[in-house]
């Protein structure tokens, strides 16, 4: 596994290579090991599926506060979208700077997203399947979001934004004083 940093601390790009014979191939997707300076020693307790039917659908910005903040490993398992992590670390000195990777089936990129940041992504090709390893439950009580308009952020998603959750399309504009998440 081959992991790459992004501008954001603690934001990393997990390379894998296939092992193919003509039986197809074999890959590891996941090695406490190997990932441990990203992952550290915290466990991965859930494991979520979504699919995406329309390009331009637009999931997120979604974190969970503390005490129920995660790290979250995401990859694309069909199709491709444009993944976007937001930092919202107090003490990061990347404190409201976003990064996106495309993540896709055929580059079978992983990014590590650190607890304090947000995810989101725009869906590339229709009907795309993204899988999340969790360090943390569920745990709506805890749920956030940034919307993905956020003038202070401006997130200049590849295309026009299309299908938007009820949800989603609710959340509230950071405010101008807003400090970040407190780890
Ligand atoms: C995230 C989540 C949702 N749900 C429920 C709540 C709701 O009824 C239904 C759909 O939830 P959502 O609309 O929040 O699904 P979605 O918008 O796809 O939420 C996801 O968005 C991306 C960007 C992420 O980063 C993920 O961690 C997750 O927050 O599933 C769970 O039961 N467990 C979970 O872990």
Same mark, same amino acid.
């Given at each position: 596994? &081959?992991?790459?940093?992004?501008?954001?601390?603690? $934001?990393?790009? @997990?390379?894998?290579?296939?092992?193919? =014979? *003509?039986?197809?191939?074999?890959?590891?997707?996941?090695?406490?090991?190997?990932?441990?300076?990203?992952?550290?020693?915290?466990?991965?307790?859930?494991?979520?599926?979504?699919?995406?039917?329309?390009?331009?659908?637009?999931?997120?910005?979604?974190?969970q506060r503390?005490?129920h903040?995660?790290? &979250?490993?995401?990859?694309?398992?069909?199709?491709? $979208?444009?993944? @976007?992590?937001?930092?919202?670390?107090? =003490? *990061?000195?990347?404190?409201?700077?976003?990064?996106?990777?495309?993540?896709?089936?055929?580059?079978?990129?992983?990014?590590?997203?650190?607890?304090?940041?947000?995810?989101?992504?725009?869906?590339?090709?229709?009907?795309?399947?993204?899988?999340?390893?969790?360090?943390?439950?569920?745990c709506?009580e805890a749920?956030?979001?940034?919307?993905?308009?956020?003038?202070?952020?401006?997130?200049?998603?590849?295309?026009?934004?299309?299908?938007?959750?009820?949800?989603?399309?609710?959340?509230?504009?950071?405010?101008?004083?807003?400090?970040?998440?407190?780890?």
């Amino acid at each position: 596994m &081959k992991q790459l940093p992004t501008p954001l601390a603690g $934001v990393v790009v @997990v390379e894998t290579q296939a092992f193919q =014979d *003509s039986r197809g191939g074999f890959a590891r997707w996941f090695c406490e090991d190997e990932l441990a300076q990203a992952v550290g020693a915290r466990r991965i307790v859930q494991i979520n599926h979504s699919l995406t039917h329309s390009v331009g659908a637009v999931r997120g910005l979604h974190y969970q506060r503390p005490p129920h903040a995660e790290t &979250k490993l995401v990859r694309c398992l069909r199709g491709r $979208v444009w993944d @976007v992590v937001l930092d919202l670390r107090t =003490d *990061s000195p990347t404190f409201l700077q976003w990064h996106a990777e495309e993540l896709s089936a055929d580059n079978a990129r992983m990014l590590v997203i650190p607890e304090g940041c947000a995810h989101g992504f725009q869906v590339l090709e229709a009907a795309s399947e993204l899988l999340y390893l969790h360090t943390a439950a569920y745990c709506p009580e805890a749920e956030a979001g940034v919307s993905p308009t956020d003038p202070a952020v401006q997130i200049a998603w590849p295309l026009p934004i299309g299908d938007l959750s009820a949800r989603d399309s609710q959340h509230p504009a950071l405010p101008p004083d807003f400090r970040g998440i407190a780890l």
